[in-house]
């Protein structure tokens, strides 16, 4: 194949990619962070105690997480029509990738939070401040360098599963190079594909590093 026809595929399975990256991080993010803060809130030594609460979202975080992300992406299929109507594209790929990834972050969020100097909590609940209050403007404030770090790891993380879902019907980069470098032997897609996804990590991970810092040196 002519470079001039790799182009528009590679272009039309970047913006696939994009697309499913973005949503899958956006749903991720929201749901990490309320799993995670629950997951501390309900701790026995938490603003909010309830022992039995934290055990079953600590359960579910940990299933979650132990299902590798293919099988988890067939195992989910009848959830996935239910929600997007069908289980091929790329807006199907998006509800395995959110679910595959919302207790991967949770576990981050978790951690980050309870990074935060208890000193500075006990502070907050000494002046007074609601539980609501210290949440918002204590807890998620302070813990903000490791919760972007933490998201960083995760986007990253999505763009790899984006490409597995590819292989299997999701569209973007993973299909491109399944399709066409492997089952039609076009080199020269597979490492158009394979430079694409480095570029694109990289542009991550240096946007989350140059943020994380930035909050860090508030």
Known sequence: MT????????????????????????????GGLLLGVLLVLTDRRGLLPAPPVHQVLGAIVNVGRSLPFIILMVAILPFTRAVTGTTIGTTAAIVPLAVAAIPFYA??????????????????????????QIVGKVLLREARP???AGLTVTVIALIGYSAMAGAIGGGGLGDLAVRYGYQRFETGVMVATVVVLIVVVQLVQMLGDQLTRRLTHR
């Open 3 to 30: 470079w001039d026809e790799i182009a528009p595929l590679l272009r039309d399975a970047i913006l696939e990619t994009l697309q499913m990256t973005w949503w899958s991080s956006l749903l991720t993010a929201l």
């Open 146 to 148: 490791g919760l972007v």
């Open 107 to 132: 576990r981050l969020v978790e951690t980050a939070l309870r990074e935060v100097d208890p000193a500075v909590i006990a502070a907050a609940r000494a002046m007074g401040a609601s539980r609501r």
